[in-house]
């Protein structure tokens, strides 16, 4: 059943299901990092004249489902498309792990970024 927000604020996972190598996974949680890095001019004193921001990469980490008691817990070097959100485009996972709690269900968290080309 979808959640139906009655309101403007965004609510819940707007991305959640996700499909990881033909697998759908629950996302339990999604946290992007917009990262940036500042870079100073300075004049020939070396006094400060200005900075800006430049952009970085975005990056992600999460913690997913797993979808059956025989899906593959190892989804690192995997790839997963969002669509349809302020975080749009392919990310690449570069870690994960597993998790297991009495009564509970098998859940991955991962690490990864945003793919540029």
């Known amino acids: 059943m979808a959640i139906t927000s009655d309101g403007t604020q965004a609510f819940g996972i707007e991305s959640s299901p996700i499909t990881i190598n033909a697998v759908t996974y629950v996302a339990e ?3 992007f990092n917009f ?3 500042r870079a100073d001019v300075n004049d020939s004193n070396g006094e400060p004249l200005g900075s800006t921001v430049i952009p970085g990469r975005i990056e992600v980490s999460g913690t997913i489902q ?3 008691g025989t899906t593959a817990n190892d989804v690192r070097g995997l790839t997963f498309v969002l669509s349809g ?3 749009d485009g392919t990310y690449l996972i570069v870690d994960c792990s597993e998790a297991q ?3 509970d269900y098998v859940k991955v968290s991962f690490n990864g970024y ?3 080309n």
Do not use: H
Request: net charge positive; aromatic share 0%; charged share 10%.
């Open 101 to 103: 709690t009495q009564g």
């Open 85 to 87: 959100t302020r975080a």
């Open 35 to 37: 990262t940036g890095s």
């Open 29 to 31: 949680s999604l946290t």
């Open 66 to 68: 797993l979808a059956t």
């Open 114 to 116: 945003q793919k540029i």
